[in-house]
């Protein structure tokens, strides 16, 4: 079951989904791993309170960005209440494989640049794992 979801990371690697710059968007953040240097910058377009486009652009291991893409995936369309409900597992259960403590973090990259960057949340609003 690994392998397929290796091949599924992968895809969203080579392919990755939402890839590419909004203008104008509502909000935006961009965040880096200093212990890897995998960068992400993430950009929403918002219609009231709801995600009516999202963007994210930057370069690392296919962790990363295969995390980037699926969660622009997983945002598209949610409520900003929505988006403040999307976990660390959730990020985990969408790579679908166990994550080395040494990879937390570039799977964890673009839940970040999410949490404290477009939704402004602090340290201490983030669940532990």
């Known amino acids: 079951m690994d392998d397929l ?3 599924y990371i992968l895809e969203h ?3 990755p989904h939402n890839k590419g710059d909004l203008d104008h968007p509502d909000r935006f953040a961009a965040y880096a791993n200093p212990l890897c240097g995998d960068r992400l910058q ?3 377009r918002l219609e009231g309170d ?9 370069s690392g291991c296919a962790i990363s960005q295969a995390s980037a893409s699926m969660l622009t995936d997983l945002m598209q369309d949610k409520t900003i209440d929505e988006l403040t409900h999307i976990t660390k597992q959730d990020i ?5 494989i ?3 403590p040494a990879r937390i973090r ?7 640049v999410l949490h404290k960057g477009i939704l402004g949340e602090s340290e201490d ?3 532990d794992l």
């Open 125 to 127: 609003d983030e669940e």
């Open 5 to 7: 979801y290796r091949e």
């Open 106 to 112: 570039c799977a964890l990259l673009a839940w970040e």
């Open 42 to 44: 993430m950009s929403v």
């Open 92 to 96: 985990f259960d969408m790579l679908g």
């Open 50 to 58: 709801r995600v009516a486009d999202v963007r994210f652009n930057g």
């Open 13 to 15: 690697y080579r392919a």
């Open 98 to 100: 166990t994550i080395s």
